[in-house]
């Protein structure tokens, strides 16, 4: 079946830095790609639609600037957490959209902001 | 090896009859179980959880009942609606694991017919 992977799969950082996480679909195109963020026990919620070439369509709720994410190519999409801070620790998963109905997901990713 | 399955990639129900779709587990770690529903193009939406101290969860239309000595859960929906129509996820998770991700299973197609 199609593969997704994420990168890093976990990741501890400084309060203020910025963190980048990649999703890449390794054998199939994926026009579009979905950032997703959960929190312990809690469902996953959608932050942003990500589309190939075109920018990000946002969740209501979801800061713009805080949340940067770039898919420059039909494989590799990357969500950038700005200035983070402890707040932001969560686990953040992507899936990638192969046909109109099939999406997969890729392993997630688990922050940590000290 | 997959851990959570869901061995019927589709499912057809005739409008107001019951849907029952099925999800095995083979983890015994799993103590938190999710239902996402998708509809093409878009992320999957929470639907409805089930504790592992429970055997039966219920909201509206929609009740999921977990057997764990049969590693087994399913979700019915009564009375199918035209707008159930979707992909729906079973999803597990081990909560006292290392990391919060969830383990989903590869979906199963509802059609209601009218």
């Known amino acids: 079946g199609a593969v997704v992977s994420q990168h890093p799969s976990w990741v501890i950082c400084k309060s203020g830095t910025s963190v980048k996480i990649e999703c890449r679909s390794l054998d199939f195109q994926a026009t579009t790609m979905f950032w997703y963020r959960q929190f312990p026990k809690q469902s996953l919620m959608l932050m942003a639609t990500?589309?190939?070439?075109?920018?990000?369509?946002?969740e209501q709720g979801v800061e713009k600037d805080k949340f940067l994410i770039n898919h420059a190519s039909l494989t590799l999409s990357t969500l950038t957490v700005t200035s983070a801070h402890p707040e932001d620790s969560s686990f953040y998963i992507c899936?990638?959209?192969?046909?109109?109905?099939?999406?997969?997901f890729g392993p997630g990713t688990r922050l940590t902001v000290l | 090896d997959q851990q959570v399955k869901q061995n019927s990639p589709s499912l057809s129900v005739q409008e107001g009859r019951i849907s029952i779709l099925n999800c095995d587990y083979t983890n015994s770690m799993f103590d938190y179980f999710l239902w996402y529903k998708k509809y093409p193009a878009e992320g999957p939406t929470f639907l409805i959880s089930i504790s592992s101290i429970k055997d039966k969860n219920e909201d509206g239309r929609f009740t999921v009942f977990l057997n764990k000595s049969a590693k087994h859960l399913s979700l019915h929906i009564v009375p199918s609606q035209p707008g159930d129509s979707a992909v729906y996820f079973c999803?597990?998770?081990?909560?006292?694991?290392?990391?919060?991700?969830?383990?989903f299973g590869k979906g199963t197609h509802l059609i209601i017919q009218p």
């Open positions: 899936s990638a959209s192969l046909l109109r109905d099939e999406q997969f």
């Open positions: 990500s589309n190939e070439g075109s920018k990000a369509t946002y």
């Open positions: 999803a597990a998770l081990d909560s006292g694991g290392g990391a919060d991700g969830l383990t």
